[in-house]
């Protein structure tokens, strides 16, 4: 069964430090996408990131980057240099492209809190 | 601007009333797609649609419906059949299915509290 896990579902830094949010998946598919979205206070689930499972080098888009270990399935986000505006839910998603498939599976999300 | 709106931004609906959530794209996407989601959990689809007049159930359809009479409009009905509607409701849109990355796109979404 396809499947996402987020196993940290609180994490605090400090202003200006790099975090990590780990993401593991489970698929017997060879085709997939690994996707990342924060969402706000104010309920808007705002994409991030995007990794192909064919993706010879890790995705990157400003000061997040996505940490792609294809043998471990895990695609962790690190944002690098972090702000206050970071603090939001961040989930990890995945969708398989085998056969008729249409739909992302979703994590549970970590809650991130970014101190001043 | 381009973008996905929901309306309203919060409802509220009394037991045994029908509700239609809104959803309009003007990013001339082909599919789009209704989520759930509720504290704790994450999204659940609940409809999705990958062409005009068409669309397909989710993984939680029951006491829901659609329709999918303009490229721009998605409409989620909440039915009086729904037995915990009481939720965040998410739209989105995606260029294409099962192409590439499709990535989706969000609205800013309903919350829909049953009173």
């Known amino acids: 069964a396809q499947k996402i896990t987020q196993t940290q579902p609180g994490m605090f830094v400090q202003e200006k430090e790099a975090v990590t949010l780990d993401c593991t998946y489970d698929t017997s598919d060879q085709s997939y996408g690994l996707f990342w979205y924060k969402q706000p206070s104010s309920g808007e689930m705002i994409f991030l990131i995007y990794?192909?499972?064919?993706d010879e080098q890790n995705a990157t888009e400003g000061r997040y980057s996505l940490n792609f270990q294809k043998a471990r399935k895990s695609a962790n986000l690190v944002i690098s240099a972090s702000q206050l505006g970071d603090s939001a839910m961040y989930f990890c998603?995945?969708?398989?492209?085998?056969?008729?498939?249409?739909?992302?599976?979703w994590g549970l999300g970590t809650s991130l809190a970014v101190n001043p | 601007d381009g973008g996905i709106t929901q309306s309203p931004k919060y409802l509220f609906r009394k037991e045994g009333q029908n509700v239609t959530l809104s959803c309009e794209q003007n990013?001339?996407?082909?599919?789009m797609y209704w989520y759930r989601q509720d504290p704790g959990q994450g999204l659940r689809l609940i409809y999705y649609s990958q062409i005009v007049n068409d669309f397909q159930k989710g993984d939680i359809a029951e006491g829901y419906s659609v329709s999918r009479e303009k490229k721009e409009s998605f409409p989620l009905t909440v039915t009086s059949a729904q037995k915990n509607p009481t939720a965040f409701y998410l739209c989105?849109?995606?260029?294409?299915?099962?192409?590439?990355?499709?990535?989706?796109?969000f609205g800013p979404g309903t919350r829909l509290t049953v009173l």
């Open positions: 989105a849109s995606s260029i294409e299915p099962g192409l590439g990355a499709d990535t989706q796109y």
């Open positions: 990794q192909g499972s064919y």
């Open positions: 998603a995945m969708r398989a492209y085998a056969g008729n498939n249409r739909k992302l599976i």
């Open positions: 990013l001339n996407h082909d599919a």
